[in-house]
């Protein structure tokens, strides 16, 4: 029988198959959610892909995705999985090879086992805890930089450009802008950036996978008000206030800024 996470990683590849043919043919339908807001059939028909793959294999475990009617039958399972088809719609319609699959399952409201997969670069991050991460099965690791003066940060380019970063920009040596947030998990997982931070809530399937990622590769995940983060959620499925990922002294060390200075987004 097949491990959890030979089964994610399978499912994450062909998914990416299904995103990769609607993003080089551009023939795919767009819908607004809400307000800025997208989804495709592309993320339509990649969720339908993984809930039957993932759940013919685990067929007792639980379901939370983005693109799923929510159930209650999740909240008795021990094992659920945390499912973002695609990760970086805004990206994807764009034309703009920064979107992923991204795949989490977590035990108990934590997370195990981490997938994410960016099928135009064809990057594979892989990772469970307590044996740590890998990129096209390559171990990676997060970076060791302690100073937040000489950091890269990666952050969200919706958030710069709604000015939410304007009094922060002098805080790191630079930033990198990237829309899905999966995949500035998997780039600090893979030490390409010294640190990921959100100022706005996120969704727990925005960051599931990139939350197992981060930690099984040697970093730490909270929010930005410093608590813990945990899955599996009964009614609030969003993560308050927003997230910080990096080794543990960035970390700290960016706690204490904007616990300090930053008025969370609600």
Known sequence: MKTELEVAREA??????????????????????GINNPVTKADCEADEFLRTYLLDNFPNYGWL????????????????????????????????????VSIGLVEDGRPVIGVIYNPMK????????????????????VTQERDLSNAFAMVSRTEVADGLWDSYRKLFKDFKHCGSVAYKLANLAAGRVDIVISLKP???????????????????????????????????????????GGNAEIVRRALEVFNNQYRYCK
């Not at 929510?70 to 979107?99: H, Q, V």
């Not at 930690?215 to 997230?243: E, H, L, M, W």
């Open 202 to 244: 996120k969704n727990e399937w925005d960051i599931c996978g990139g939350h197992c990622l981060v930690v099984a590769a040697g970093g730490v995940f909270k929010r930005i008000d410093g608590q813990d983060v945990f899955y599996n959620q009964s009614k609030v499925t969003r993560i308050p206030n927003g997230i910080v």
């Open 65 to 100: 995705s983005e693109e799923t009617k929510d159930s209650s039958d999740r909240l008795n399972k021990k094992y659920t999985w945390i499912i973002d088809p695609l990760d970086g719609t805004k990206e994807f319609i764009a034309g703009m090879p920064e979107f992923v």
């Open 122 to 141: 064809n990057e594979l991050y892989s990772a469970e805890v307590g044996k740590g991460a890998e990129l096209n099965n390559t171990s990676v690791s």
């Open 12 to 33: 994450a590849i062909e998914a990416g198959k299904i995103l990769k043919k609607y993003f080089t043919s551009n023939q795919y339908w767009v819908k607004e959610k």
